[in-house]
């Protein structure tokens, strides 16, 4: 197996579009630069609503939305992976990752399957979201083959299902990616400890794009962007601020680690 350099992007996304897309084009121009075969995209890159109601900007099957996604990957020549946008599906609303190749294929979606709810009280302050109030959820899992990458798709709260990642990775994944705009509190809580769990349980490589910041009067984001090998090491943090980070995956690793610890029948 061989090695491949991965880029995770961290954005604040706004509600426009093209404010977004500009920003990711930048940060894609960078991570090229420092080699990268895959970018990785965090939830609601496209257009950041503020929770109470969908995006404006919804894909409708393969719209200009979706073309100027699809364009990203072929104007950097990269992987393009599992970012996530609101699309239109009939008279419903979905909250769906893309995933494109380098010339611009489509590899495949997925649909959120677990949608975040959370009634948080901090600070005498109430902090209550329930996105099945804008969006349904999807029903199937979403394995894809990318180049030397075969990828188990989450978004977000798909992380505190841990039967979805140990699904993918007995049907053959090396890696698994949680585009994410993780709340502050639940952030600050629970982030590194979900994402370094899936990474050592399955003993594979994790990656997880997220949103950072301040969208809008409602949403906070708590950013770390993370990229953790198969044994739970965090190799890059992003931290806070919008920023692109790369690591080199050394694929070999995640035998090495299975080797070490019997802990899965493959």
């Not at 990474?199 to 984001?221: D, K, M, P, S, Y």
Request: glycine share 8%; aromatic share 10%; charged share 25%.
């Amino acid at each position: 197996m061989s090695k491949v350099k991965v880029a995770v992007i961290q954005l604040t996304s706004a509600l426009e579009f093209q404010v977004n897309l500009d920003k990711i084009d930048r940060f894609l121009s960078e991570a090229k630069t420092q080699g990268a075969q895959y970018a990785f995209l965090p939830e609601c890159f496209y257009s950041m609503s503020d929770g109470t109601k969908p995006s404006p900007y919804l894909i409708n099957g393969q719209d200009e939305h979706y073309g100027r996604i699809q364009a990203l990957a072929r104007k950097h020549q990269l992987y393009l992976i599992g970012g996530s946008a609101a699309i239109k599906d009939g008279d419903k609303v979905r909250n769906r990752a893309y995933n494109f190749a380098p010339d611009g294929t489509d590899l495949g979606t997925y649909d959120k399957i677990h949608l975040f709810s959370c009634d948080i009280v901090k600070n005498n302050e109430q902090k209550k979201i329930n996105e099945a109030d804008i969006y349904s959820p999807g029903s199937t899992p979403k394995l894809i083959n990318a180049g030397e990458l075969k990828v188990g798709l989450g978004i977000c709260f798909d992380l505190r299902f841990p039967e979805q990642s140990r699904d993918y990775t007995m049907k053959g994944a090396n890696l698994l990616t949680y585009s994410s705009a993780f709340t502050v509190p639940t952030g600050r809580a629970h982030w590194h400890t979900l994402l370094r769990a899936r990474a050592i349980e399955n003993q594979l490589f994790v990656v997880a794009a997220a949103q950072w910041g301040v969208h809008n009067q409602r949403i906070i984001t708590y950013g770390h962007s993370l990229i953790i090998d198969p044994w739970g090491e965090i190799l890059v943090d992003a931290g806070e601020g919008e920023k692109v980070i790369v690591a080199d995956l050394d694929l070999e690793r995640m035998n090495e680690v299975r080797r070490s610890v019997h802990c899965l029948n493959l």
